[in-house]
């Protein structure tokens, strides 16, 4: 008998651009492992790396003395993805409308609203200590 996966899953890595992949794999990972849809497996992986993209670049300057914290928190209907930093904190109404037509050609600024289209709920609260948390909602049985 194969013992059912946890409800709850963490990885830590350095802000280095370089182990991004790793996240993305931690997370797929523990998607298949539940039997998810592929379907919704890339819309977590995608949502998911571009946190982590953006909690390693932005929040964290790329400093590799700084971690990222991805955390997967699986109940019987829903994924909460949790990634936090340690950056200098981040205030989403500041972002451009990467819809507004002065910056539909712009080629960075898209991240939090991709992230948005593809989960069904995304906050952001205030770390321990600063940074930023961003807890992204996803339904399991929309797929």
Do not use: C, W
Not at 16 to 21: G, K, V
Not at 44 to 55: G, P, R
Not at 83 to 110: C, H, K, M, S, W
């Amino acid at each position: 008998m194969t013992p059912a996966p946890s409800n709850s899953a963490r990885l830590v890595i350095p802000s280095d651009p370089h182990r991004i992949a790793e996240a993305d794999e931690f997370l797929e990972n523990a998607l298949r492992a539940r039997g998810i849809p592929d379907a919704l497996v890339t819309d977590v992986a995608i949502a998911s790396t571009e946190l982590v993209n953006n909690a390693i670049v932005h929040g964290n300057k790329s400093n590799p003395n700084k971690t990222v914290t991805v955390e997967l928190i699986f109940t019987d209907t829903d994924l909460t993805v949790r990634v936090t930093d340690q950056g200098e904190g981040f205030n989403p109404t500041e972002i451009p409308d990467p819809l507004a037509e002065e910056n539909l050609l712009r080629e960075v600024g898209r991240g939090v609203f991709i992230v948005r289209s593809l989960m069904d709920e995304v906050r952001y609260e205030a770390g321990p200590g600063g940074g930023t948390v961003v807890v992204a909602r996803k339904n399991l049985s929309s797929g």
